[in-house]
Structures are given as C-alpha cells and as structure tokens.
C-alpha cells in the first residue's frame, strides 16, 4: 500500500537537476538501472511541465517515462505538454493552421522540445502527454499543474467523464475541443494547467505591462488564499510590475472581492500540491505554502533548484517537508 507521496516540480528539460533530487529523496538506481526507494511504499508524482526550456529534454521524459511505466510514479499534465498537443492538432476551421498558433513567440516557448527530438520521437510523447491526467486525487492528497479548482473540474468531468482524454476518435473529439480558444472546456483545462485570472477592471483596476511588453487586463489569482476578503488577498500583480506609463503598479486596494473571483480559492480540508507558478526559493508562508496547500516550482531552469514535497500523509502541509536540488 503506498503511503508516501514525493511530489516534484516543474523539470522543464533539467535531467541532471531531476537526478539530483531523486537522489536526495533516497530514489537512488539499482543494478537494472530502476530508481527504487528504500521504504519501498512511497511513489512519485510530477506536475507536469517536464519539456520545454532545459537542455535535456529527451533524457527528462526517459527518466520519467520509465518511472511511471514502473509503477513508481504518476503524473499529471502541465501547460506545456498541453500546449505541445495543441502546437501539433491541425485547426480544423483553418486549414494549414493549429490550434496554438506557430507564431515566432510560441515557437520559442517550444524550441527546445522542437528541436532537441526529431519528428518520430515528439509524436511517440504526445501520444503519452495525450493520456496524462488533468488531476490526481489520491485520497489524502491532491496534485494539480497550476489550480485546484472544483468548478473547472466538475465540467471536465461533464463533458470529458474523468481526469483524462479516452482513447479513440471520441477522445481524439474532446481534446480537440479542450484544445480550442473559447470552449467552456477550454477554459476549465486553462484554469486547471494554467490557474484562474482575474479581471482588473471589475476593480476599477489599471492595466499593467507584463514581460513581453503586453497590456493585460488580467492578473493571477492567489488562489491558495483560504479565506479572502479583499482585493489585496486574491489578486497577484509580482512585484516589479508596472502600469502602462512604466509607473510602479498601485497598491491594491482593501476593497471585498466579488463572490465570482472568491470561487477561485481553496477552502477544502485536503492538502493540494501543484507547481506553474515559478516562485523563487525558498517557500513563502502564505504564498508559496499555506496549510492546506504548498507550490513546488521555484523556477528549476533559471536558476533555482528543483523542488519535491514529501508526503508523509499529514493533514497540514509542513513546510519542513520541503526537499532540493541542489540545496545551495
Ligand atoms: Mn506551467
């Protein structure tokens, strides 16, 4: 019976950084080159994002492919690997088009998976991303890529029937329409792999300029925030953002937020555990970690390291319960 879970984060093609932790975990290879731990009950789960970005990406999926057809780990999938099938389904309505768009940027996002593996070996993974699952709920812990949300979940469950994409033209049906901007299903897969957004302007909030030099509208939602009861607790605007006149980005005001954008947060009793978010080590009390739920992405292919919760079947997350490689 497995009791332990070591959940790890965002890999993003950092093999030598995912050997390295499960080293620290104690998963160390046997004669027959299989990662066993010692305890012999405990079992891995990634969140997803495993591609893009780092400079060993076939070796990451190797690694992980072999752990879970081993029975020793679990994954579920990230925004990558969903954006992976949509970079690769024709549009239908478009012809010579896809479902994400082969822009220069998305190229870029992509460029690591595109090029580090030739044609037959990204079709033979997205065969495998297709099946992944979009949650896990293993009894006493959750694992989701980027928001644990029970309404997005209740319409995949709707429409999809579970966590995952069937085999088969129906399947093949479904994540099409998963895949296609605008569909409630959509939108439910994007609040799952990529979290919920928040409106500025309900707020009478300014845009901002983000990274690329955009103007968004819309922000992150904190949804780890148990018990929200201003603006300032739900709406995420990093530090460092500025509005469109380059001007630091107002305070927040200490204003109720809506019931709708309160939906959002996480109020069960379950511990979830999920990455996306590229926070920076070490786990922030209240950000990274509150008592029921505990990020595991500190931003692994930019420097920092890569980051496992450990389970041990506690019903508060405990922040000592966080393991890295490397540790300095
Ligand atoms: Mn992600």
Redesign the pocket.
Known sequence: MVTGYDVIG?VHGSATKLAGLLDVLGWTAGADGRRRHPDGDRTVVFV??LIDRGDEQRAVLELVRAMVDAGDAQIVM???ELNALAWATPNPDRPGRFLRGHTAKNRRQHAAFLTQLDDDERASWLAWFRTLPLWLDLGGLRVV??CWHTDAMAVVQEEVGGARFPDGPDGDALLQRALTPGTPLFRAVEIL??GPEIDLRRYGLPPYRDKGGHTRHVARVRWWTAEPTSVRDVVDIPQGTTTLDGAPYPDLPDVPCLEADRRHCYTDDVPVVY??HWRRWEPEHGMDWTPRTACV?FSAVVGGPLVAYRFEGEPFVDPTHYERYPSA
């Open positions: 965002d997803g994002d990230g925004n990558h890529h980027a792999c990529k990455g996306h992405d």
